[in-house]
């Protein structure tokens, strides 16, 4: 009898347990009102939002996309050598501008395809450049593959055919354009290496 009566005391005391911290995290404290408790939940996720929107910003800089040699030690000087950089407007054209959305949701997105690049930093898929040249061809048609999907959304960010004057261009390049145009083709079907080499394959192929 005793131990039953001590094992229904314990239940009786976690049952009581159980209703306090219900009362605490559910039902307004008397000391303080609902409209405290509100204000400090608005106050905490304001602060939440602003330190996750900061950090998704931050993943975009050159800085944070050249924190890891993969990207620093190939792509990113062939980066530097091209008109994206260094041009006679003196407009400098980020990694974040060509490869993730500006949109919030699409943005987002990308974010979380990108967790897959963390498994293969891990698992040092492309850590020298010789694995890196070998997986070249797979790894620019992935993005080619992408950008065409999306009608090469980043590219019109900054170049659209509406604002395009076919008299400016060069003959070779307005030859190109117009029927392109025409066509409703998206950039990426021509400018492929544009700022990263192509793979060999691809020349060979092509």
């Not at 929107?53 to 800085?63: L, P």
């Not at 006679?88 to 690049?117: F, L």
């Not at 170049?159 to 083709?185: I, T, W």
């Amino acid at each position: 009898m005793a131990a039953v009566s001590g094992g229904c005391h314990l239940f009786a005391f976690g049952n009581a347990m159980f209703a306090s911290l219900k009362r605490r995290l559910f039902e307004p404290s008397q000391r303080y009102g609902g409209g405290v408790i509100l204000v400090a939940g608005v106050f905490a996720g304001i602060i939440f939002w602003g330190g996750f929107h900061t950090f998704v910003e931050y993943t975009n800089t050159v800085e944070f996309c050249i924190s890891c040699h993969e990207m620093r030690d190939t792509v990113y000087p062939e980066y530097q050598e091209s008109k994206h950089y260094t041009n006679a407007s003196g407009v400098r054209v980020t990694c974040a501008d060509c490869h993730v959305p500006r949109s919030w949701g699409a943005k987002i997105a990308r974010k979380i395809r990108a967790s897959n690049e963390l498994y293969h930093k891990l698992i040092g898929s492309i850590d020298t450049r010789e694995k890196f040249e070998a997986k070249r061809l797979h790894l620019a048609e992935n993005v080619w593959r992408s950008m065409e999907a999306s009608d090469s959304r980043e590219c019109r960010n900054c170049h659209s055919y509406e604002a395009m004057n076919f008299h400016d261009q060069s003959r070779r390049g307005a030859k190109k354009m117009k029927p392109a145009l025409e066509k409703g083709q998206t950039c990426i079907e021509c400018h492929k290496g544009v700022v990263h080499k192509l793979p060999p394959e691809y020349e060979e192929d092509d």
